[in-house]
């Protein structure tokens, strides 16, 4: 048993936060194996869609606080900056890879997204819920600031006065409350979750991957560039959609009144 599962199973890849009995607390050995699962998934052609998700009844609760209060009376003061500073920017190439890879990644929500399971679902491009699931930034309860992508994704989702609601006083939000303020695309019965999952993710694994890999791009860079510069790019990634096979049989399926057998190239 790793703390990290994955599933391939028809061009979706499956991640499975596994550390049930600590709510999927992210210990260095997940990040390790998400940083490099990541990593391979992000240049494997074959993998036309990743589901993040957590064992047993939550999806993740963070940070493992219990591992940093044993660093914290462990080692001298002098040594604790450079120990967290390193730690946080070894998170940093997940989201990078995340950011990057040109497949949809979908977060899979169950029970309790907090701290830095926030900012994982916040990183992830679309969002299935499960109706009792809960979201809380609740880093100002242990006394420090947001870490994982989050004070990025956040603001730009659900706009910068609620995140500093849920920055400021940690409280817990429900996935309805979540999907009112727009980080939460989807919410399912809770019995239902798997089974629309599936139906999500088969649904975007049978779409043309090369395709949602250039929307993000471009969608991405939106919050980014400036008007002439996102135009600029907006022409490129239909160029390069245009050239490929799936555009010439999104089109043909299109006169032809058929629906499109997209094979993601």
């Known amino acids: 048993m790793t703390d990290l599962e994955v599933r391939i199973d028809g061009g979706i890849a499956t991640l499975t936060m596994n550390r049930p009995k600590v709510r999927n607390a992210l210990s260095m050995e997940m990040r390790q194996l998400l940083d490099q699962t990541l990593h391979e998934l992000e240049f494997n052609e074959d993998i036309r869609c990743v589901v993040l998700t957590g064992a047993g009844d939550h999806f993740m609760a963070g940070g493992d606080v219990r591992q940093m209060h044993d660093y914290l009376n462990s080692h001298e003061s002098d040594e604790i900056q450079g120990y967290f500073l390193h730690r946080i920017h070894d998170l940093h190439p997940i989201m990078f890879?995340?950011?990057?890879?040109?497949?949809?990644?979908?977060?899979?929500?169950?029970?309790?997204?907090?701290g830095a399971g926030v900012s994982l679902v916040?990183?992830?491009d679309l969002v299935i819920a499960e109706e009792d699931a809960f979201f809380t930034l609740?880093?100002?309860?242990?006394?420090?600031?947001?870490?994982?992508?989050?004070?990025?994704?956040?603001p730009r989702a659900i706009g910068i006065k609620r995140t500093?609601?849920?920055?400021?006083?940690?409280?817990?939000?429900?996935?309805?409350?979540?999907?009112?303020?727009?980080?939460?695309?989807?919410i399912v019965p809770s019995e239902d979750l798997d089974r629309e999952?599936?139906?999500?993710?088969q649904r975007l694994a049978n779409g043309p991957t090369h395709v949602y890999g250039m929307a993000k791009k471009l969608m991405y860079r939106s919050l980014e560039n400036e008007f002439e510069?996102?135009?600029?790019?907006?022409?490129?990634?239909?160029?390069?959609?245009?050239?490929?096979?799936?555009?010439?049989?999104?089109?043909?399926?299109f006169v032809e009144k058929r629906k499109a057998n997209f094979t993601g190239r």
């Open 122 to 124: 916040s990183a992830c």
């Open 97 to 114: 890879s995340m950011r990057r890879m040109r497949k949809p990644i979908v977060a899979k929500v169950r029970g309790a997204a907090a």
């Open 164 to 186: 500093l609601e849920m920055t400021l006083l940690g409280d817990r939000y429900s996935a309805r409350q979540m999907s009112d303020m727009g980080l939460v695309n989807f």
């Open 197 to 201: 999952a599936d139906k999500l993710v």
């Open 229 to 253: 510069s996102q135009l600029q790019l907006e022409g490129e990634c239909f160029a390069d959609c245009a050239g490929r096979e799936d555009f010439r049989e999104g089109v043909a399926a």
């Open 138 to 154: 609740a880093y100002c309860h242990i006394g420090t600031t947001p870490d994982g992508s989050s004070s990025f994704h956040l």
